[in-house]
Every structure is written in C-alpha cells, then in structure tokens.
C-alpha cells in the first residue's frame, strides 16, 4: 500500500503559476505510475497528466499539454506538476493517484491509492 498526500494548491491569478507536490509513503514508490485527475465544481473527475514508473514517459490530457509539466523523483518518493499559464478553467482540486501497473491510464477506476486533493483556484 502507498499514501499519497498533495501540496502546493492555492489562489493564483489567470496567467500565473503553481507547482504540485505529491508525497509517497510506504512501498516502493517506483513500483506504481503516478496520475493527476482534477475535479472541478460538479463535474466528473478527469485526467490532467501521467508519469511512468521510471520517469523516462509522460502523458497529457489536450487541455494542459504544453502548460503543465509533470516529473517524478523515485530517491525523494515525490511527483511533481508544474502548471503555467494557468486560466480559470483550470479551478479544481488536484488528486495525485497511484497505478500498481505498469502501464499508465487516463481513467480513475484504475488507479488503486488517491491522496485527499489539493485546491487551485484561478482567479479571472
């Protein structure tokens, strides 16, 4: 079993930054890819962006490629997203998930260990 705890929400203008924190705990980090959904206000969680096991692939939902950046560091057992140019539209609490596959997924049901979230609010 992993725990998973998320950082670094917050309130940011349209245009600004955040940089997310997903801590591990527990067994081998590496062994699991590492996904963040994101919830808006009544909508459905969806996926934002995958990282594989290694590090070494990542995958993007079209709504944030080339605005967010996600990384891994299996010596420190944390998962980054660097989200820039950030827009209303991206308000949501961020859930960092983890994966006891080898291959990643854009769909939630197959992720097995989900932190609590973090909230982002993008201010107009």
């Known amino acids: 079993q992993v725990q998973l705890v998320e950082s670094g929400g917050g309130l940011v203008q349209a245009g600004g930054s955040l940089r997310l924190s997903c801590a591990a705990s527990?067994?081998?980090?590496?062994?699991?890819?590492i996904g963040w959904f994101r919830q808006a206000p009544g909508k459905e969680r969806v996926f934002a962006a995958g990282?594989?096991?290694?590090?070494?692939?990542?995958y993007y939902a079209d709504s944030v490629k080339g605005r967010f950046t996600i990384s891994r560091d299996n010596a420190k057992n944390t998962v980054s997203l660097q989200m820039n140019s950030l827009t209303p539209d991206d308000t949501a609490v961020y859930y960092c998930?983890?994966?006891?596959?080898?291959?990643?997924?854009?769909?939630?049901?197959?992720?097995?260990?989900w932190g609590q979230g973090t909230q982002v609010t993008v201010s107009s």
């Open positions: 527990g067994r081998t980090f590496s062994n699991y890819v």
């Open positions: 990282i594989s096991r290694s590090g070494d692939k990542s």
């Open positions: 998930a983890a994966r006891d596959f080898p291959i990643a997924s854009t769909t939630s049901r197959f992720y097995n260990y």
